[in-house]
């Protein structure tokens, strides 16, 4: 059963990469009903239920305040009950007055039905969450294996984009998605499995001294190789904040392999020599196409012209206007009106920028629930690091270096907006926090408990 639900993740997955991402909510529709169909196999099949269900308390708990949140915010709610938690939003009812629309009701989202349709992505999200710690759970000491299937989907997207640039001569590679930001997004998250996967393997046939070592290290090549497909495929997007991400990935993951291994002054200076190497890496890795636009970014004199900045202060101006309980998820396109200065004549539903973005959407009490949410995420991977021995170690750093890029990256873009790359950083935190709930046996490490011995004295 653990099989049938890692290849149904798999497959859905694939299956919304190849459609653009996700982003026609046609085929994430039926993404969503394939996943809960999975769901409803993987936990009602005979054979598992009386298996381990012991389940992140945490986690579930902000996971279903945060739902709550957006749940709540589709509640049709009295008129005056709406302006005393949003006064933006009951002067927007007031509005309606003269039209004949005056309701005795509002909800707290400007577009309840785009909120709606988020909301069950929000909810195949949390489905997914738990299904991937259920089979971290499962599979122990081979909970790599989890991570396989979406390291395989990067992989063809990766070979895709060098395809486009090489066989096809297009100008730059984004695979199947429309924009190059979001394929390198979903490219710099999926990039640090396949380069710890390589580590483990070499590492693990190093402890075997007995074992053959052909078999690891044609495997490591091919981790390693697949690793270098996805990094050209970065690159060859000339996505700027997607290289800049991959590139805090790889620190993040540099950093957290010498943590508690090495003395201060050691971990201080390969700290320095990191940085070094990943500045050789800014300096010689880019292509001359890529090398151009980061010059462009860097000769804007002002920054307060450029229509990326300004959709982020008129997203301020939303975010001050629905400061507790947001313009509802998915409804800044909505609020955005009575603040747009930036792009006229365009329609402007994102503010690439996703914590801006969800700041407005969900408002503080939302936002602090996944700042919350993160930080747990974070913080199960660390202590992955420092608590794991062996293959589950690197694949720990593996998802701190994953969680890192994209982190960085949504500082600039909205790729926790687009389906399938919101489904892979939720999978990744999946893993993550199943670890929590592996143990992994450390050489010339006794257990806590132990069975008492008597030992007789003798006479």
Not at 44 to 52: G, Q
Not at 166 to 186: E, I
Request: charged share 15%.
């Amino acid at each position: 059963m653990a099989v049938f639900g890692v290849s149904a993740l798999g497959l859905i997955f694939a299956f919304a990469v190849f459609q653009y991402g996700g982003v026609v909510p046609a085929t994430w529709y039926l993404c969503l009903a394939a996943l809960g169909l999975c769901g409803a196999v993987y936990w009602l099949f005979p054979p598992w239920r009386d298996a381990d269900r012991s389940a992140p308390v945490p986690a579930m708990a902000l996971l279903l305040a945060f739902f709550g949140v957006c749940l709540a915010q589709i509640v049709p709610l009295p008129a005056w009950m709406v302006s005393l938690a949003a006064p933006a939003r009951g002067e927007l009812q007031e509005a309606l007055s003269p039209l004949g629309l005056d309701a005795a009701y509002a909800t707290l989202s400007v577009a309840p039905k785009t909120t709606f349709r988020l909301l069950l992505t929000v909810g195949g999200y949390i489905l997914v969450f738990f299904l991937v710690v259920d089979l971290c759970k499962r599979w122990r000491e081979r909970a790599w294996l989890v991570a396989l299937p979406f390291a395989a989907v990067a992989l063809l997207e990766g070979a895709l984009g060098l395809a486009q640039v090489f066989v096809f001569d297009a100008p730059l590679a984004n695979g199947t998605y429309v924009s190059r930001n979001n394929y390198a997004g979903l490219l710099e998250m999926a990039l640090p499995f396949p380069v710890l996967g390589a580590v483990a393997l070499l590492r693990k046939r190093a402890r075997r001294r007995r074992s053959s070592p052909a078999g690891p290290a044609v495997a490591a090549c091919a981790l390693l190789g697949a690793a270098a497909v996805m990094l050209l495929g970065i690159l060859l997007s000339l996505s700027r904040m997607g290289f800049i991400s991959c590139l805090a990935g790889l620190f993040a993951m540099g950093m957290a392999g010498l943590g508690g291994r090495v003395g201060g002054r050691v971990r201080m200076a390969t700290a320095f020599g990191l940085l070094a190497a990943l500045a050789l890496g800014f300096v010689f890795l880019p292509s001359d196409a890529l090398i151009s636009r980061f010059a462009d970014l860097v000769a804007t004199e002002d920054l307060s012209a450029d229509t990326r900045a300004e959709m982020w202060r008129d997203t301020l101006l939303v975010i001050k206007a629905y400061p507790v309980f947001g313009c509802g998820l998915g409804g800044l396109e909505s609020a955005m009106h009575r603040y747009k200065t930036a792009a006229p004549l365009n329609t402007v539903d994102l503010a690439h920028n996703d914590y801006l973005q969800l700041l407005a959407e969900t408002g503080a009490v939302g936002f602090v629930l996944l700042a919350c949410l993160a930080a747990l995420m974070f913080r199960n991977a660390l202590k992955g690091v420092r608590e794991h021995d062996g293959s589950l170690r690197y694949l720990a750093i593996a998802c701190l270096g994953s969680l890192t890029a994209i982190a960085a990256h949504s500082l600039a873009d909205f790729n926790l907006y687009i389906s399938a790359n919101g489904m892979l950083a939720v999978w990744v935190a999946g893993i993550a926090q199943g670890l929590r709930f592996t143990r992994e046996h450390r050489p010339g490490r006794q257990s806590r408990f132990r069975m008492p011995v008597v030992v007789e004295a003798k006479r």
